[in-house]
């Protein structure tokens, strides 16, 4: 199963490659290829004249892929914290009831039967 998965992900990564290339060589406006400018980003990276149209492609999709990681490693740490909080309580409640377990019966205790009480 992992084997068909892996090649599924190479199929899929080699398919986005040739639709990037096949994007940037129809995008050529008199000989040059488009360019696009991200707003904040281009004027910091150098790039006055703006991106390639499959370098904006890559950067868009490592900037989500990034921020997609970060989000599903935030939530593994709180649910672990979240984990390790319950098996603390489910200790405290092991150890409780091993407690009131381990109590001995007071035999002082006379239990009287009611229908002897009302015969008296």
């Given at each position: 199963m992992k084997l068909i998965k892996?090649?599924?992900f190479i199929i899929i990564l080699i398919a986005s490659v040739v639709f990037i290339m096949k994007?940037?060589?129809e995008n050529v406006i008199e000989g040059l290829p488009t360019q696009i400018k991200i707003p904040f980003l281009t004027d910091s990276l150098g790039y006055s004249?703006?991106?390639l149209a499959w370098q904006a492609i890559?950067?868009?999709l490592s900037i989500g892929v990034f921020i997609g990681f970060m989000i599903a490693l935030i939530q593994i740490i709180s649910q672990?914290?979240?984990i390790i909080s319950l098996k603390s309580n489910l200790r405290k409640s092991n150890d409780e009831l091993d407690v009131l377990r381990n109590q001995t019966l007071d035999d002082d205790i006379d239990l009287v039967d009611?229908?002897?009480s009302d015969e008296l």
């Open positions: 892996y090649i599924l994007l940037n060589t004249e703006g991106l890559i950067l868009t672990k914290a979240e009611e229908n002897e």
